[in-house]
């Protein structure tokens, strides 16, 4: 899993490619979201189109990165394709209902 991070309209957008899965280091993307909480921002995209498969454990890092969002005062939104193998486990769990998903990029920033 890579994780990277950019600065769009106030807002920190996070992209997040590859497998976030227990055995690609899963705890990489909370490690990231931490030295940007101390770095002072609060408004997040989670751009996950670049991701190719999520497990039991990725779903717990986006589950632990909410609450340490939450923690901090700080917002994560999600940017996610409508279709493909990560939108169906976040409909299968139920993420999708519970956290703000957004099909395209710019409509999860135009939402702050």
């Given amino acids: 899993m890579q994780v990277s991070t950019r600065k769009k309209r106030r807002v920190c957008i996070v992209d997040v490619t590859g497998r976030l899965t227990l055995a690609e280091g ?23 189109n670049g991701l190719s498969v999520i497990d039991s ?21 999600i940017a996610l394709k409508a279709d493909g193998l990560v939108r169906h486990v976040f409909k299968f769990t139920g993420l999708e209902n519970a956290l703000e998903v957004f ?10």
Wanted: hydrophobic share 45%.
């Fill in 26 to 48: 899963e705890e990489q993307l909370r490690e990231s979201l931490s030295v940007l909480l101390k770095a002072g921002e609060r408004r997040f995209v989670f751009n996950l």
């Fill in 57 to 77: 454990a990725g779903v717990g890092e986006i589950v632990a990165c909410y609450q340490k969002a939450a923690e901090s005062a700080a917002v994560i939104k």
């Fill in 103 to 112: 099909d395209e990029e710019k409509d999860a920033i135009a939402s702050f």
